[in-house]
């Protein structure tokens, strides 16, 4: 039932906060290991979230963990998706995609932090998935509730990018987009943050 009505019962990635306004945070995240996918969601026939059963799979989320190991790996949220051309990394799990003809998503899962290089994780069984370490960084943040659809999030990142602009922030990066709930839990009890890299 708490998943349901948005109660987030896993690890989540610790932070430094920053600054705090009434339109944003900025956060200042340590070093960690994600695993991740990228691909085409044409792949996945269109779907952009189409790499999380490859990362669930990875991690053993829904039986047998497809790793060296084997080992079972903590869910942790949130998971990430980026868009864009070129890809940059972000944590927690992130999906990016782009608007040209590399039109990819690269979906992320921050891996629990007993995990701190990324040798300690388990070896992926499927090379789509790669364990990379991620460094010190620093974003501003917008949090919402609801359904995360394309043009919410549009409206999102616009919105926090002219307010790090008006503020003095230099924006050095794609967004990212966070993603804390299972797709079951009720739209107004989802929590969603739009992440924007600054130096």
Do not use: H
């Amino acid at each position: 039932m708490g998943m349901i009505l948005g109660k987030i019962s896993v690890e989540t990635p610790k932070y430094e906060l920053i600054q705090s306004t009434p339109d944003y945070e900025i956060r200042k995240y340590p070093a960690g290991v994600i695993a991740q996918v990228t691909y085409d969601p044409t792949q996945f026939k269109g779907n952009k979230d189409g790499g999380f059963m490859l990362l669930a799979n990875y991690i053993g989320a829904l039986g047998n963990p497809q790793n060296s190991k084997p080992e079972t790996i903590a869910m942790t949220a949130p998971v990430i998706t980026k868009s864009s051309e070129e890809i940059a990394m972000t944590a927690p799990v992130v999906t990016k995609s782009g608007d040209g003809e590399n039109n990819t998503v690269t979906m992320q899962f921050i891996l629990p932090a007993k995990y701190t290089k990324a040798e300690e994780a388990p070896k992926p069984l499927d090379e789509r998935v790669v364990i990379v370490e991620e460094g010190e960084r620093k974003y501003g943040v917008v949090k919402f509730s609801g359904t995360a659809n394309d043009k919410v999030v549009k409206e999102k990142v616009e919105n926090l990018k002219k307010c790090l602009e008006r503020d003095g922030f230099k924006i050095i990066g794609e967004f990212e987009l966070a993603r804390y709930n299972p797709p079951w839990t009720l739209p107004p009890f989802k929590t969603n943050e739009v992440m924007i890299p600054v130096e």
